[in-house]
């Protein structure tokens, strides 16, 4: 196992709002808000600046539910939202990740070892009102793999935590206690890797399957295909982690370029 695709970014359930993709192929990654107030981190929905437009995170909404499991009465709005804190996750500045969600994810991306490839995918929606889908918008070759557990003595946690200092769950870990003491997949990538900068790689379909009376979205069979998906079925409407069998070079050659992107870079064209 070679590659593992994570959903990501700031969508309806916690920003209100998905990130734009302009007709130009350039495209906003807004991370999601943090889940709580307490953490190190410094970004904010005020502070996050759109790249391809004018205005930060915080004109994409009006409100926030920061915990819509478990708190769903909760919304911040108004001066609140500009100084709330983003999971800044993945950082590609940083090329850091980490991961709790246990629906594949954590079992997937620690079984991951260097070299291999971590794929970030998010929804993205056209201003003029196109239909959203999922798209590839980056990936990272990984460098380091650690788990923190919530059975692991305290040292034990803070010295893994310590070691990344820029992941988001490090930045909002408490005396070596994670979020909900829940095990935590902390990966640290390399070059090549980073956000693209323009034409992400769409992933979804989004259409009535045989037999089923509504519409909902899939992995397009291109994809499925080209990079040999062995685990996260084929039902996208809730950020499966899918676990692909193409090798890391396959991989990368595939989807071309992070940087000065152009619509021909990735070899398995938009559907």
């Given at each position: 196992m070679t590659v593992v695709l994570a959903g990501v970014g700031a969508d309806s359930t916690n920003l209100g709002a998905l990130a734009p993709l302009y007709d130009d192929g350039r495209f906003e990654y807004v991370p999601i808000p943090e889940k709580a107030h307490a953490t190190d981190e410094t970004a904010t929905l005020g502070s996050w600046d759109l790249r391809a437009s004018e205005g930060t995170a915080a004109s994409l909404t009006n409100r926030i539910t920061p915990q819509p499991i478990g708190d769903a009465d909760r919304t911040v709005a108004g001066d609140e939202l500009e100084s709330w804190p983003f999971h800044h996750d993945p950082n590609f500045e940083a090329l850091t990740y980490g991961e709790h969600r246990t629906s594949g994810y954590v079992s997937r991306l620690r079984a991951l070892e260097p070299g291999d490839i971590v794929g970030f995918y998010a929804g993205l929606r056209r201003p003029d009102g196109d239909r959203a889908h999922r798209y590839l918008i980056g990936y990272m070759t990984v460098d380091r793999v650690d788990v923190v557990t919530p059975e692991m003595p305290?040292?034990?946690?803070?010295?893994?935590?310590?070691?990344?200092?820029?992941?988001?769950?490090?930045?909002?870990?408490?005396?070596?206690?994670?979020?909900?003491?829940?095990?935590?997949?902390?990966?640290?990538?390399?070059?090549?890797?980073?956000?693209?900068?323009?034409?992400?790689?769409?992933?979804?379909?989004?259409?009535?399957?045989?037999?089923?009376?509504?519409?909902?979205?899939?992995?397009?069979?291109?994809?499925?295909?080209?990079?040999?998906?062995r685990a996260g079925g084929e039902n996208m409407m809730y950020k499966p982690a899918y676990r692909c069998a193409v090798s890391s070079d396959v991989f990368r050659q595939q989807v071309g370029r992070c940087r000065e992107r152009t619509a021909d870079d990735a070899v398995i064209e938009s559907a």
């Open positions: 305290q040292a034990e946690r803070e010295a893994i935590l310590k070691a990344h200092p820029e992941n988001a769950h490090t930045k909002r870990a408490s005396d070596g206690e994670c979020y909900l003491g829940k095990p935590v997949v902390l990966i640290d990538g390399r070059e090549p890797g980073g956000l693209f900068d323009r034409h992400p790689i769409q992933l979804s379909e989004y259409y009535v399957k045989s037999g089923n009376e509504r519409a909902q979205y899939y992995l397009r069979e291109a994809i499925a295909d080209a990079w040999d998906v």
